[in-house]
Each structure stands twice: as C-alpha cells, then as structure tokens.
C-alpha cells in the first residue's frame, strides 16, 4: 500500500512503487537519496534489480549516468550483479558504456575483472569498446583480460572486428606485455599466435622480449 510519508529511499528499498510515484508526483528529485547521500535511487533500485521502479525513475527524469561515491554508475552496478534485465533497461535509455568508476573500470573492463564472459559478450553485443587509445594507469579491455589471464575472454575479444590497425595493434601489444609481466604464458602465447605485436613500440618501452627477461621466463623468451 502506498504510503505518502515515506521518502524516496524508504519506498524503493520496499519496493513500494506507488509511494515512489506519489514521491515523483510530489516533485522529488529522482537523483537524491535524503537518507543516504552517497548512492542515487537509481542506482539503489538497479542493486535490489527492483525493474519497474528502475523504469518508473528513469521515465521521470532519473539521470541514468549518475554516480555513487565509488564513482561507479548503475550500469557498473548491474555489471557487478550481473544482471542482464538491468543492463537492457539502463541500455535503452541511452547510458554511457564508457564511463570511468574510481578504479578505472569501465562497465565492460569490469565484466573482465568479474571473469563474466557472457556479460562481456552482452556489452560488446550493445556497442561496448573493445579496442581503445587509453594512458596508463588505465587498461583497455584486452590488457585487462591478459592481466588477469582471462584466456576465454581474451580469446572472443581478439575476434571483434576493429578497422583502425594501428589501433588494435597498440592494444595486442600493451595485452601482450600484461600477460608476460603477470607469467601467463598461455594467453601470452595466443597473442603472438595472434598477430600482437612483439617489437618495441617506443623508444623508451620495453619490448615484449625485454619484459619476459626481466621476469626470468624462458619458455616466452
């Protein structure tokens, strides 16, 4: 039964959507949680996967790429969760799935880290980025995959189609390096069975080479 002295918060951790109607009816802010500042009720209702509210708060002016104190959106959330019927929902009312969380992670670099394959596939079927210019600290989904020698997923990521060679290139390379640094000869293998390239890239970079003498891995070198 609706209760129109509950808060925002209050009604969707009931899962009450008829007070989170009469909340928005009332011209409450869909993206504050008076109860608790740091997380948004969007992001609330995608952790309790509560579906009709998530759609009731993004039909009345939830902002779909808001972020918690972690830096982390719902999408990250419902990735975390893996939660499918979540990802298509915030999907299509046109989220961002690039966005950065405080770590680092993109929704797709953390369905690598999750070892979730099928929620990798999921993403990288909705226009997920696969290949991608970034600096470090940060790591494209390929180098994550090889960081944490995610063969299976390595091995789907490497047959996304990519037009910008050099691109792609630069990302096999940087994957290829993750793998030898963390001893996964496996993956390290199917990236030069693979094309990633094992010249140095440059000038001041170690080549792939230099990186498994360093670790003292003979069966790279």
Same mark, same amino acid.
């Given at each position: ?14 899962? @009450? $959507? ?19 500042? /740091? ?12 579906? !009709? ?19 982390? /959106? ?8 893996? !939660?499918?019927?979540?990802?298509? $929902? *915030? $999907?299509?009312?046109?989220?961002? *799935?690039?966005?950065?969380?405080? /770590? ?5 670099? *953390? ?5 979730? $394959? ?45 037009? !910008? ?14 793998? +030898? ?5 496996? #993956?390290?293998?199917?990236? +030069? @069975? ?10 001041? @970079?170690?080549?792939? *080479?230099?990186?498994? +003498? +360093? ?5 790279? #070198?």
């Amino acid at each position: 039964m609706a209760n129109p002295q509950r808060t925002i918060y209050e009604a969707i951790t009931r899962n @009450d $959507i008829d007070s989170v109607r009469i909340q928005l009816t009332n011209n409450v802010n869909p993206n504050i949680s008076p109860n608790s500042p /740091t997380i948004t009720p969007l992001i609330l209702a995608v952790r309790l996967k509560f579906y !009709d509210i998530i759609n009731e708060l993004l039909m009345n002016g939830a902002d779909v790429n808001g972020v918690d104190e972690f830096g982390r /959106t719902a999408l990250h959330v419902a990735v975390d969760n893996n !939660d499918e019927a979540s990802v298509s $929902i *915030l $999907i299509s009312h046109n989220c961002h *799935l690039e966005k950065y969380n405080n /770590t680092g992670k993109t929704p797709l670099t *953390l369905a690598v880290d999750k070892n979730n $394959i099928h929620m990798v596939r999921f993403l990288v079927a909705y226009g997920s980025v696969v290949y991608k210019y970034v600096e470090l600290p940060e790591l494209p989904p390929l180098a994550y995959a090889a960081f944490y020698g995610r063969l299976d997923i390595l091995q789907f990521l490497v047959n996304v189609e990519e037009t !910008d060679r050099e691109k792609k290139n630069k990302n096999m390379h940087l994957a290829l390096c993750m793998a +030898i640094t963390e001893g996964h000869n496996e #993956v390290a293998k199917f990236l +030069i @069975d693979n094309g990633a390239p094992i010249i140095r890239r440059r000038g001041n @970079d170690l080549s792939p *080479l230099e990186f498994a +003498i +360093i670790r003292r891995n003979e069966y790279i #070198v």
